[in-house]
């Protein structure tokens, strides 16, 4: 009913405002982690993170896809009021989060050695980021559900209890960081258990609320069923995010195996700083683009075409202007920002100085392309969302395998931002043009599905 009654406006920031949030408070204990990491244990610490984190970004990209997924067609089913579908779409997500856990539990278990020496990790490096590995994979269905339940919650049309419960997450870990970390000395494992602890406790709360009298799709035994249909148009509509994670796991693991070849294990480090500062601004365009999904597919569902395509402006405004504001930011206090990890490591400094100049000109165009792969899941296109997802991926690839022949670690740096410049020449057409289309011609809704 708030979706119908309040403007564009209100509904947007109602719901961008709570994820923005959220992701901030996410952010800022990835980068408190690595302030322990970088103060406690130094450089070698911040590479083997590095090094372990494009298997992470899988896990919280699993995590996305069912939220993302799963919340679409609630949101959808909601518009078209037919809540019945829409308490089956939400059991449906929960269920796909224990099957996706339990699988990635045994793969990497299997896995996780070989992950590592592919990115050319060795020694003293390698053990390590197995330490760090290991507690993941034996908690993989918390990392997966950390990123799948707050989602579900913020499309129960509680988009601020789905910020308290990631901002509790967050505060509980910083303190474990601290006791683990600080004052038990149990360096990369101890900053693992203390993520496992506090994304058990989400997984925990979030799904408890769904079982409810205060939830709006309160699950009843009628409900609790695994509907097939559903779960695959779930996976359908989210697999672009999966792609969209799998695609910053992907670069990460291909610049790591780079820097290791053409540098040394310092440009782990400087490439591991420079992740932790653009990491609010990555979070932010995905709070930002997570607000948008649910007001949108909203309105897909009853139809008010104006309504989506002024939301989307409005979203696309927000996010370049702060990408924009975040990229002279670091070019304005590089020294200051990368000091903050590289505590006067005079090497370690240089290298990420230089690599802040080169590698990050063109981020406010990443936090575009994260918000037209949402825009498209959202309006029921996963077709288009997935093309933009992996485009993302596969277009560096050339920049990745030139450059570096060419420039050396300077080749390194420049790859994602020209072929970001590259795949928005692309992107921005095709939004454009969908954005634009008469109503009648809007994807139709999924509430046949069953």
């Given at each position: ?16 405002i ?16 690595g ?61 796909l ?61 509680r ?8 901002a ?44 409810t ?37 992907f ?63 409005l ?79 596969m277009?560096?690839l050339?920049?990745l ?46 509430c046949?599905?069953?």
């Open positions: 009913m708030q979706l119908q009654e309040h403007s564009i406006g209100k509904n947007f920031w109602r719901f961008a709570p994820s923005m949030v959220a992701m901030l408070v996410n952010g800022m204990y990835q980068i408190i982690d302030l322990f990491v970088g103060h406690y244990i130094g450089y070698e610490g911040l590479a083997a993170i590095n090094l372990a984190w494009p298997v992470i970004g899988i896990l919280t990209g699993i995590g996305v896809l069912i939220g993302m997924g799963a919340g679409t067609l609630m949101s959808i089913f909601r518009g078209e009021q037919n809540r019945h579908q829409a308490r089956h779409a939400l059991f449906s997500g929960i269920v989060t224990v099957i996706a856990g339990l699988l990635m539990t045994g793969l990497l278990s299997i896995t996780r050695t070989w992950l590592m020496t592919q990115q050319g990790a060795e020694g003293h490096l390698l053990a390590m980021g197995e330490v760090y590995l290991r507690v993941f994979s034996t908690g993989a269905i918390f990392t997966i559900a950390a990123g799948a339940m707050p989602m579900l919650v913020r499309n129960l049309d988009p601020n209890l789905a910020t308290g419960l990631m509790t997450g967050a505060v509980l870990n910083i303190a474990l960081d601290y006791v683990f970390i600080g004052v038990m000395q149990w360096g990369l494992e101890g900053a693992a258990i203390a993520t496992i602890i506090a994304q058990a406790l989400i997984t925990i709360a979030a799904v408890g609320y769904c079982f009298r205060h939830s709006p799709l309160k699950l009843t035994a009628s409900a609790c069923r695994f509907k097939l249909p559903l779960a695959s148009q779930i996976v359908k509509l989210g697999v672009s995010q999966l792609f969209m994670y799998a695609y910053f796991s670069v990460l693991a291909i610049h790591n195996t780079l820097f290791m070849s053409y540098g040394t294990p310092v440009h782990v480090g400087a490439f591991a700083i420079i992740g932790y500062l653009v990491t609010l601004y990555y979070l932010l365009a995905e709070g930002i683009a997570m607000g948008m999904q649910p007001p949108v597919s909203y309105y897909l569902g009853a139809k008010q075409h104006d309504r989506i395509k002024a939301t989307v402006i979203a696309s405004k927000v996010v370049v202007f702060i990408g924009i504001a975040a990229v002279s930011l670091l070019n304005l206090y590089p020294d200051l920002l990368a000091n903050l990890f590289a505590h006067g490591d005079a090497a370690l400094m240089a290298e990420t100085v230089h690599g802040i100049r080169l590698h990050l000109f063109g981020l406010f165009l990443d936090g575009f392309i994260v918000l037209s792969a949402v825009y498209f899941m959202a309006m029921n296109q996963g077709g288009k969302a997935l093309f933009i997802s992996a485009g993302n991926m277009i560096q050339p920049f395998y030139w450059l570096p022949k060419m420039l050396g670690i300077d080749g390194i740096w420049l790859a994602m931002p020209l072929s970001n410049i590259a795949l928005a020449m692309i992107v921005i057409p095709m939004m454009w043009h969908d954005l634009h289309r008469k109503p009648a011609v809007v994807a139709q809704s999924t046949t599905a069953s």
